[in-house]
């Protein structure tokens, strides 16, 4: 009714304000049963909101010292440098090598034991945990987002064979959609690839391509795994872009695309197995 609606558009009127109007509306439209409801909203005059005394906790914010602790140990598992079971230096020990604070050592162990780096055993010190048996999500996102060197031979073929699950049955189901616009794009990708001065700008063009040809799978889920990934793709588009002339990655690159075209699976999925398998032995050295 046009009274309601006098409530949501008078914005500017306070609430005492508001039910004078309502109640003026009702008497002129004579809702005589509604009278008494009203009179005792007037009575009641105005509120106001009350004050919420909800406690906050004071927010700890890890220093630059403290980061740097743990993305050094990080980096030296994900590399290789320490392997899996090994014994890390005592405190006092990575105390003194470091020359930082006892508080920060303990910290930083705390942390990277809560991501399944690393296990600490009372009275017996830290150890290189193996992550594949209580690693999470986060345990995950550490390792997608690592920057820091190469990662250890036995991690880097894993992501590659993870690769090839999923970009394969890509090329298959891209081989049966034939999604001319989305091939384009990664033509285009391919095209722009072969004109980048960086690795860092070549990289971005080859994460565009994989994830074009995800979206040309008319499959819901690739495209977001795809971009779950993007650190990754980045890392080692980089990495193999500094190993390899660009234009050779393109033409390789446009040569699967043209055997996505004719629709034959099988030619084309052996042609990205060999295209994977390509870049993983430069990034290995084999």
Known sequence: ???????????????????????????LRNHSSLHKLFYSLLASGPTSAKENNMKFHPINVPTATDLFFVNQLKTAILTGKFNLGDKLPSE???????????????SGLKKLAALHFIEIRPRYG????????????????E???????????????????????IENDVVRLDCIE??????????????????????KDAAQEIFAYVHSLALA????????????????YLTL???????????????ENLKLIKLIKSGDKNIAIAYNNKLINWSYEILTKQ
């Open 217 to 232: 799978s008319k499959n819901y889920v690739y495209p977001l795994l795809i971009n779950n990934f993007k650190s990754i």
């Open 237 to 251: 588009g980089e990495w193999i872009c500094n190993e390899v002339d660009v234009n050779s990655i393109s033409e």
């Open 92 to 106: 006092r020990v990575l105390q003194e090598q470091l020359q930082v604070s006892r508080t920060v050592i303990n």
């Open 126 to 141: 830290a150890f290189v945990a193996d992550y594949r048996v209580d690693g999470d999500l986060q345990t995950m996102n």
């Open 143 to 165: 390792i997608i987002n690592f920057y820091g060197g190469h990662y250890r031979i036995s991690l880097l073929n894993s992501i590659f064979e993870i690769r090839k699950l």
């Open 178 to 199: 034939q999604d001319e616009q989305c091939l384009q794009s990664a033509i285009s990708n391919m095209q722009n690839l072969a004109k980048a001065t960086n690795s």
């Open 1 to 27: 009714s046009s009274f309601c609606m006098c409530f949501f558009v008078q914005t500017n009127h306070t609430r005492k304000e508001l039910l004078f109007l309502m109640f003026k509306e009702i008497n």
